[in-house]
């Protein structure tokens, strides 16, 4: 659940988040690099900027929400190495916005509840109003904020 607001997000207690890499995989990259001027953050794919298919626009977002979870290969009967995740319970995070970080919990109660987000005293992160995408990750995933 997001608690969206209509007045500007400032993470005062934040440190610089105007690069985010988050490697998945040795092939899996994603990265998002802020632009101050328009406040949004644009997406890459293993270096290269995501556009939409339909509109070939850059794909931009407000916020970024990353959530550190266990995966598993699932065991199913064509073996293909699915991945499963271990989503519920109280799990690490962040939250970027405006070119700053907050580590945040992100707790999930079971499989159909909705995600909390909160900041590391325990109050409901405020969100800003705009687009928002959840970066679910591997544990391990070597996360670099510049």
Do not use: H
Request: aromatic share 10%.
């Amino acid at each position: 659940m997001l608690n969206y607001v209509t007045d500007e997000v400032i993470l005062e207690e934040g440190t610089v988040a105007n690069k985010i890499v988050i490697p998945y995989s040795t092939s899996n990259k994603v990265s998002y690099i802020y632009e101050p001027t328009s406040k949004m953050y644009v997406r890459y794919f293993n270096n290269k900027k995501q556009t939409d298919w339909t509109t070939k626009n850059e794909v931009i977002t407000k916020n970024i929400i990353i959530t550190k979870a266990e995966n598993y290969t699932l065991k199913d009967k064509e073996n293909k190495g699915r991945q499963g995740l271990k989503n519920t319970g109280v799990l690490d995070g962040y939250y970027i916005t405006n070119g700053q970080v907050i580590p945040i919990t992100c707790t999930k109660e079971n499989r159909t509840s909705q995600t909390v987000y909160k900041d590391l005293n325990g109050n409901e992160i405020e969100v800003n109003d705009g687009r928002t995408f959840i970066q679910i990750c591997p544990l391990d995933s070597k996360i670099t904020f510049e």
